[in-house]
């Protein structure tokens, strides 16, 4: 490809993206699941207009979602990761990044000038305050952030032996991927989750070793515990908020313990877009992973170790520097 057709085909390169979300937001690909594979069904189950319908039906034959045969249509491999109740669904993660996030990107020049997050001058709220006040787009941005956290997280009790500690608490973990692999692998061991209760809400299975707290990490966790885990939860806030947090992080923990964080070091991957997604919605960035020991060593905390646990996430073990 020419450098120019690089470049138009760039300009509308969310075009692809856009079709396949609408997909999924009028439940096309789960309809054609159910056997409602027919243009006249899909129309009658989704409200739809017939050529628009048939346009984006076309569409998604062209990128290999589906197939049509005998005026049906069935899900190709790459469709089937964008139903509902395909194991590892995309689908609420295909629904995400074309809602509030492209609002903040198409404002990206009042990020960089003003150096705020675009959302936040938006939509007049932080982002999870604006989240947990709209049930549709808590459900979605914590169902898409746990379909992340099956495929991040699947390897985490092969990379780091967590028999040594007794208690565990993963802050900030969401719907509990990550902690669950951790309760289940090791089940006599004590497990804790703390999240905002809006978020804890919607859990609805955990094993029984897995102790859920309802309450923000910028409070006094009121526990103690030998490991804490921070997947993804530092590089969402600034120095200034991710030291409270870091700071209650290490009133919990019990003597000899450990900090794990789990992030992206952006002096690793090219996380250039990711950091930039991250200050258009919240005032922060993708760390380095010189950024994240001097966060640490503000409150003596030491690298131990720094493990790769897949292709984009490194996980940090921290330790208190005992002299
Ligand atoms: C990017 S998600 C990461 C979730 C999970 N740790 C993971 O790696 O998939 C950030 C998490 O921080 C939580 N969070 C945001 N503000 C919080 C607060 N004040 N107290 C506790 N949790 C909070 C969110 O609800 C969300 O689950």
């Known amino acids: 490809m020419s450098i120019k057709s690089e470049l138009k085909s760039t300009f509308t390169s969310y075009w692809k993206y856009m079709a396949l979300r609408s997909a999924c937001i009028l439940n096309i690909f789960d309809e054609i699941q159910n056997g409602n594979n027919s243009i006249e069904k899909l129309m009658l189950k989704i409200n739809a207009?017939?050529?628009?319908?048939e346009t984006l039906l076309s569409f998604l034959i062209e990128n290999?979602?589906?197939?049509?045969?005998?005026?049906?249509?069935?899900?190709?491999?790459?469709?089937?990761?964008?139903?509902?109740?395909?194991?590892?669904?995309?689908?609420?993660?295909?629904?995400?990044?074309?809602?509030?996030?492209l609002n903040a990107w198409q404002n990206l020049t009042f990020t960089i000038q003003k150096n705020k997050p675009a959302f936040e001058n938006i939509f007049k709220n932080s982002f999870f305050d604006f989240i947990k006040n709209?049930?549709?787009?808590?459900?979605?941005?914590?169902?898409?952030?746990?379909?992340?956290?099956?495929?991040?997280?699947?390897n985490i009790t092969d990379i780091i032996d967590f028999s040594k500690f007794d208690k565990i608490a993963d802050i900030g973990g969401?719907?509990?991927?990550?902690?669950?692999?951790?309760?289940?692998?090791?089940p006599k061991k004590n497990c804790i989750l703390l999240d905002l209760p809006?978020?804890?809400?919607?859990?609805?299975?955990?094993?029984?070793?897995?102790?859920?707290?309802s309450k923000s990490f910028f409070e006094d966790f009121n526990f103690k515990v030998d490991a804490i885990i921070l997947s993804r939860v530092?590089?969402?806030?600034?120095?200034e908020k991710a030291e409270i947090i870091i700071q209650n992080c290490i009133?919990?923990?019990?003597?000899?313990?450990?900090?794990?964080?789990?992030?992206?070091?952006?002096?690793?991957?090219?996380?250039n877009l990711l950091s930039i997604n991250m200050m258009l919605m919240t005032e922060s960035y993708e760390r380095t992973f010189e950024e994240y020991n001097l966060l640490l060593e503000k409150?003596?905390?030491?690298?131990?170790?720094?493990?790769?646990?897949?292709?984009?996430?490194?996980i940090l073990i921290y330790k208190k520097n005992e002299i």
């Not at 709209?134 to 699947?154: C, F, P, V």
């Not at 969401?174 to 090791?186: E, M, P, R």
């Open 299 to 314: 409150f003596n905390f030491k690298i131990k170790l720094n493990l790769k646990l897949n292709k984009l996430q490194t």
């Open 234 to 239: 530092l590089h969402d806030w600034n120095d």
């Open 198 to 213: 809006e978020v804890t809400n919607l859990i609805k299975k955990k094993p029984n070793n897995l102790k859920i707290i």
């Open 49 to 53: 207009s017939k050529i628009p319908l």
């Open 64 to 101: 290999k979602t589906i197939i049509e045969n005998n005026k049906k249509f069935f899900l190709l491999e790459k469709g089937k990761f964008l139903t509902k109740n395909h194991p590892e669904t995309l689908k609420e993660s295909c629904i995400l990044w074309g809602g509030e996030h």
């Open 251 to 271: 009133k919990a923990l019990n003597y000899d313990g450990r900090i794990f964080i789990i992030e992206i070091m952006n002096d690793e991957i090219k996380a």
């Open 174 to 186: 969401s719907k509990g991927v990550l902690i669950k692999n951790i309760a289940k692998k090791f």
């Open 134 to 154: 709209d049930n549709e787009k808590l459900y979605n941005y914590q169902y898409a952030m746990a379909e992340y956290a099956r495929d991040d997280y699947k």
